[in-house]
């Protein structure tokens, strides 16, 4: 079977690595520090199997299943074995393994990803990560669970191909969705998209130099048809 590790600590990936090298119908395409890599390379290539890692910065295991359409077998591992109940939900995952993960019990996983049949084809598409919002209030679909966010507390949003990263003061948040479909949820009066990838918060602007924007740490590009806008927007002397 061809596989491929998704796990954001090296040492993790060495030893499922090392696991797998044991297990002679295994054979090793790729391993991914994060899902969005993994994600890229699925888009392009088949496997039979991926071991994926729950717990992962932005993006958990459980995100990236939700992205697959048709997603191939699963093996869950990870060091909190809490997940195990919701982790059954999926047809895909056909095992959970707590780490540390000891040969024996990893050659069971594998024995029952070789007898077990395809996953379902129909796991359900990823929802609309911004789901809506009420006044001051954004509600997004973060792991199964509506997180409210205060709209002003969001300063930037950047799309980064089938995702976007929702800025706020407190936390980032990486969710499936487009940023048409934000911005339709956003005030006018707050926020202006000033590149084709990036919605700002023009009350967040801390400095303007040429063609770009500063926003915290973070140098925002502004594209020349949409820079007359933010210009107007300014109270300037």
Do not use: W
């Not at 090298?21 to 520090?33: G, M, Q």
């Not at 888009?43 to 932005?58: A, C, R």
């Not at 093996?75 to 982790?87: E, G, K, R, W, Y």
């Amino acid at each position: 079977m061809n596989c491929i590790i998704i796990d954001d600590e090296a040492t993790a990936r060495a030893i499922i690595s090392q696991l797998c090298s044991n297990v002679s119908s295994l054979n090793i395409l790729e391993e991914f520090p994060n899902a969005m890599q993994a994600i890229k390379f699925l888009n392009q290539n088949e496997v039979d199997l991926i071991f994926l890692d729950i717990h992962m910065p932005d993006f958990t295991g459980f995100d990236f299943i939700e992205t697959l359409k048709n997603p191939p077998k699963i093996i869950l591992t990870t060091s909190d074995p809490q997940f195990a109940i919701q982790a059954f939900e999926y047809d895909c995952i056909i095992d959970y393994l707590v780490k540390p993960i000891v040969q024996d019990r990893f050659d069971k996983a594998i024995q029952k990803a070789e007898s077990s049949e395809a996953p379902s084809k129909t796991i359900k598409e990823p929802k609309n990560a911004v789901e809506t919002a009420s006044g001051n209030d954004l509600y997004i679909n973060i792991d199964r669970r509506l997180i409210k966010i205060d709209i002003p507390t969001i300063y930037l949003i950047e799309a980064k191909g089938d995702y976007i990263n929702v800025k706020t003061e407190d936390k980032n948040y990486t969710v499936h969705s487009t940023l048409k479909k934000i911005e339709d949820k956003l005030p006018n009066d707050l926020f202006l998209k000033v590149h084709r990838s990036f919605i700002i918060n023009v009350q967040k602007i801390i400095d303007i130099e040429d063609n770009s924007v500063l926003i915290k740490k973070d140098v925002i590009p502004v594209s020349r048809s949409n820079r007359p806008e933010l210009m107007k927007r300014l109270n300037l002397l």
